[in-house]
């Protein structure tokens, strides 16, 4: 973990210190993985909530292809 350390001058003779963590920067694979995860999520929530199921059929019909409705599968 790295910190970021900031110094503040409080009095002309004192010196206060400030550390904190800094956040690991994502990738941007990362992010998109996050991202479409996310999606995946909120799709099938909401077609649990309209359809009180995901019709896999209709989707594969509808021109989905197999690698979406595995990932679906899985959020």
Do not use: P
């Not at 995946?40 to 690698?67: E, P």
């Amino acid at each position: 973990m790295r910190f970021k350390i900031e110094f503040h001058t409080i009095l002309f003779y004192c010196w206060g210190v400030k550390v904190a963590a800094v956040k690991s920067q994502k990738s941007e694979a990362q992010l998109l993985d996050q991202a479409t995860g996310n999606l995946l999520r909120a799709v099938k929530q909401k077609m649990l909530k309209k359809q009180s199921r995901v019709d896999y059929g209709k989707l594969r019909k509808d021109g989905y292809s197999d690698r979406f409705l595995a990932k679906l599968e899985e959020a």
